[in-house]
């Protein structure tokens, strides 16, 4: 939406994380147009439902393509529209319910395909747009609206899950850092397979963790994220399961297999076998 | 005595050439200028498991696999035991005195078919054993049989002339071997070779290819019975630069894939049956509200949730109509012989790309795994209007209006929203009721675009027709020109346009006292569907799992039409 629609009357509650992931999404896109000259029609935004999918509806400036279909699908729609058009720069955002409980099937398949997208998950821990029911990566224990007595299934840790899955690139971000979290989602737009920047994207109104994420030193609270150090070697899985047994949120990019090809690419030399007929020749082979 | 044609039964264990042996004499015959037709059931288990298949060859073209069986093939006791009583009381029993002995029944004769095929030095001959057997009891000629072995095992191997030589010593003792008891049939009318070229092929063989001369772009499906064989075919098949075919992992996938390509500018299209139809329904509903073309084929087996998967009915129709929430209502075609799953195909993905939305095939497993020779199709008569396609500037409203508007596609200008959420006309979510109006008109109207002209029609003045859909219309049809031999009064119309209706047609139906509908459910679904829309529609139903036979069709349209007439002097 590049000017303000009356018509359309969804908002952001003030402070949520996810306007510092649209700013983010907006630099990636714009530093990508001037790199390599693609108009931004050339860009396709795929979202989950959520209030974090709402964020195809709030990019401003200059338009990419959206598409903002049904809630846990975004992935296997990006799929259908990159093995279409490998062409196109295919991106997905969604939310941690979206994409982890109800999408969660179509992690796997993509990582084994090594689909050349790139999807930035918007975590808050929680169903934001149906007001606050726990999700899978609400904290065991937790109180939300759905758990009156405390959440009794553990919390999924997603970038575990990620790395055990497959998926070539793994990032992690966080919302309050537009730049840094740019720079991430361009690795990940450029990196020839699948890629997930994973966000801490705090919900102001259901389950707000920015002083938990960034810590208080005044009431001795120690910060959940700290950077992953410039001398990890991404392409490690080892040393990537390592950094995520060291507690607490990874930030920057956690693991980087440049090793596989994507899908389109195997499709490509797939070709090389295959034998292309026409429609008269496939029908000689029914003809006696 | 001169047949016009004959029905054998092949029926036995999974693994015993049971549809080997149906196909080759089906392929036989129409090598020799006759017309066949299978029909196929399928074991349940992956290997052995009873099951049969009948094959009906013919000197005319063929309508339905035939009532009565003339010659039963039993592989094994229990094959005879199930399938005795669908055996006309003159007809023959050949069994194979390798398994067992049939005993008490006077019409058998035991062929040892293993030892006859061993003896020729090639184990696999086995089913051309039968099959020259069963040419000897129409007296068909052996010159046609050999020309067959020749044709099919000439490859340009160093073993074509091995095989060749003994296949048609199998097919020469299966015939010498019978000619000993005497049992004879009659003389089979000589062929009348069709014009022009003919295929041999299933009818999910023949959706493949018209999907295909239809411009088909993108394919994803998951592996589910009567289907797959649509999968396998496409991945071998639907290969090259531009091209993806691809197994996903879920049916789920299957229509958000489609979604995505639909959407990125491509002609995409899935198969599934049943389970799979049903996990689409949430995509379906996407498709038909963010205005996303599509095709999904779906290959009707018995029953809900798992059902009957290898066997066949049409009670599918509410799903594939109306497989969503919301106002919606699917675009159907319905094909009814192994030549319209050639031209439904290539209707469906037309009516997708005009109207931009889903279309649903409906198919189902009898037409699925039929065999069946049809006329080659002409390509060069196979027309597809293009998608319109948006070309202008950006800031383009891409659902303006209340009518079909160019689609822009990414890459190109017009970038804009596909919007799952009821939508504004750039494609921004909004909850205005003006909007909803709008757009829920909007979706509706574009379904006229798909209205069409051509129907069948036969005695428009009778005040009451026969009017079958989908794979009902051979029987139908058949049942159909014996009620007009026998000159009872009713009339015959048929389309495989089920939403929307050619509109004439509809109007005609409008018309009648009494519309028959033949199908394969319980509730009478697409009788229902016409009641709906304003016709005195009334259903024959039958769920067994198996195709009407023409002779119950035949009995209860006379029934129905008597009663009916009765009534209407009475009134
Ligand atoms: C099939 C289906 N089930 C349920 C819903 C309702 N629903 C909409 S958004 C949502 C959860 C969103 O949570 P998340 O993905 O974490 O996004 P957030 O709002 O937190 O950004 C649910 C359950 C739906 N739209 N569709
Ligand atoms: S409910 Fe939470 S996630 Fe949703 S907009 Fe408000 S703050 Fe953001
Ligand atoms: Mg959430």
């Not at chain 2, 997708?352 to 889903?358: S, V, W």
Request: charged residues 20%; aromatic residues 8%.
């Amino acid at each position: 939406m590049s000017k303000k629609n009356p018509e359309y009357d969804f908002k952001w509650c003030p402070g949520c994380g996810d306007f510092g992931v649209r700013r983010a999404i907006e630099f990636a896109m714009i530093d990508r147009l001037e790199e390599t000259g693609l108009p931004m029609e050339n860009n396709v935004v795929i979202a989950g439902i959520g209030c974090s999918g709402n964020l195809v509806h709030l990019m401003e400036g200059n338009q990419p393509y959206g598409f903002h279909g049904i809630h846990g699908r975004s992935l296997p729609i990006a799929f259908g529209t990159k093995m279409a058009r490998p062409d196109l720069n295919v991106m997905v955002v969604a939310g941690d319910g979206d994409f982890l409980s109800i999408g969660g099937e179509h992690i796997g398949p993509q990582a084994a395909r090594n689909l050349n997208i790139c999807a930035v998950i918007m975590d808050n821990g929680v169903y934001g747009l149906t007001k606050g029911q726990s999700s899978p990566t609400t904290k065991l224990g937790e109180i939300t609206s759905s758990t009156p007595y405390g959440k009794i299934e553990a919390d999924l840790n997603p970038l575990e899950l990620y790395l055990t899955l497959g998926v070539s690139f793994i990032a992690s971000g966080f919302s309050s850092q537009p730049r840094p979290l740019a720079e991430l989602i361009t690795q990940g737009m450029e990196h020839a397979g699948f890629s997930i920047v994973h966000v801490q994207s705090p919900c102001t109104t259901y389950n707000d963790t920015f002083e938990q994420l960034k810590g208080n030193v005044k009431k001795g609270i120690e910060p959940m994220l700290w950077n992953i150090p410039e001398d990890h070697d991404a392409s490690d899985k080892a040393a990537a399961h390592d950094l995520l047994q060291q507690g607490g949120i990874p930030v920057g990019v956690l693991y980087n297999d440049e090793s596989r090809p994507s899908l389109d690419q195997q499709v490509e030399q797939m070709w090389e076998k295959a034998r292309p007929q026409s429609v008269e020749a496939l029908m000689d082979a029914f003809k006696f | 005595m001169e047949m016009r044609d004959f029905v054998v039964r092949f029926a036995g264990e999974g693994g015993q050439g049971v549809v080997t042996s149906a196909e080759g004499l089906a392929q036989t015959s129409t090598q020799a200028g006759y017309h066949a037709l299978t029909f196929a059931t399928f074991p349940s288990q992956i290997l052995g498991g009873p099951t049969w298949t009948q094959a009906r060859i013919s000197v005319d073209h063929l309508l339905s696999p035939g009532d009565d069986v003339d010659v039963l093939v039993a592989f094994n006791q229990e094959a005879y035991d199930t399938h005795k009583e669908d055996l006309r009381p003159d007809g023959v029993i050949i069994f194979n005195s390798n398994e067992f002995e049939l005993e008490g029944d006077p019409r058998g004769f035991g062929l040892p078919v293993e030892d006859l095929a061993r003896a020729t030095g090639n184990n696999r001959a086995a089913n051309m054993v039968i099959i020259g057997a069963l040419a000897h009891l129409v007296h068909m000629p052996q010159e046609f049989l050999e020309e067959f072995v020749i044709a099919r095992f000439t490859r340009g191997r160093a073993g074509d002339d091995e095989i060749i030589r003994s296949n048609i010593q199998a097919l020469t003792s299966g015939r010498e071997h019978i000619a000993e008891s005497g049992l004879d049939l009659g003389d089979l009318a000589p062929a009348v070779r069709p014009d022009g070229q003919q295929l041999m092929l299933k009818g999910n063989e023949a959706i493949c290819l018209g999907s295909l001369a239809a411009g088909l772009e993108v394919y994803a499906g998951y592996p589910i019975s009567p289907a797959t064989t649509i999968l396998l075919w496409m991945e071998r098949n639907l290969v090259g630069p531009g091209k993806f075919a691809y197994q996903v992992s879920s049916e789920i996938e299957s229509i958000t894939t489609l979604l995505g390509a639909g959407f990125a500018g491509k002609k995409a299209m899935t198969a599934t049956a049943g389970p799979g139809f049903s996990l689409m329904s949430e995509g379906l509903g996407l498709g038909w509200i963010a205005e996303i073309p599509l095709v999904v084929v779906n290959v009707q087996r018995g029953g809900p949730a798992t059902g009957l998967p290898t066997k066949t009915e049409q009670s599918d129709l509410m799903a594939c109509m109306y497989p969503a929430h919301g106002d919606v209502k699917m675009p159907v075609i319905a094909v009814g012989t192994v030549e319209e799953c050639f031209f439904g195909a290539i209707k469906a993905i037309e009516w997708a790309e005009r109207y931009q939305g889903p279309v649903v095939l409906m198919t189902e497993m009898s037409l699925a795994e039929r065999v069946q020779n049809i006329p080659r199709p002409d390509l060069s008569k196979v027309q597809v209007d293009a998608r319109k396609v948006y070309t202008g500037d950006n800031g383009y409203r891409r659902y303006a209006g209340f009518e079909l508007s160019p689609m822009p596609i990414p890459g190109g200008p017009g970038a804009y929203m596909a919007n799952g959420s009821e939508h504004d006309d750039f494609g921004d979510t909004t909850h205005l009721p003006a909007r909803h109006v709008q757009m829920t008109e909007r979706r509706f109207s574009k379904i006229k675009l798909l209205e069409e002209d051509d129907y069948e029609i036969d005695r428009p003045e009778e005040a009451i027709v026969f009017m079958p859909w989908g794979g009902s219309k051979g029987p139908a049809l058949e049942a159909y020109n014996i009620l007009k031999e026998k000159s009872v009064p009713v009339g015959w119309c048929y389309t495989m346009y089920l939403n929307p209706l050619p509109p004439k047609l509809l109007e005609e139906l409008k018309q009648k006292e009494l519309v028959i509908v033949p199908e394969l459910n319980y509730q009478g679904q697409f009788a229902s569907i016409l009641r709906s829309q304003g016709v005195k529609a009334e259903a024959i139903t039958q769920y067994t799992g198996l195709p009407f036979k023409v002779r119950d069709l035949v009995n209860r349209v006379t029934e129905m039409t008597n009663s009916r007439r009765k009534e209407m002097v009475k009134a």
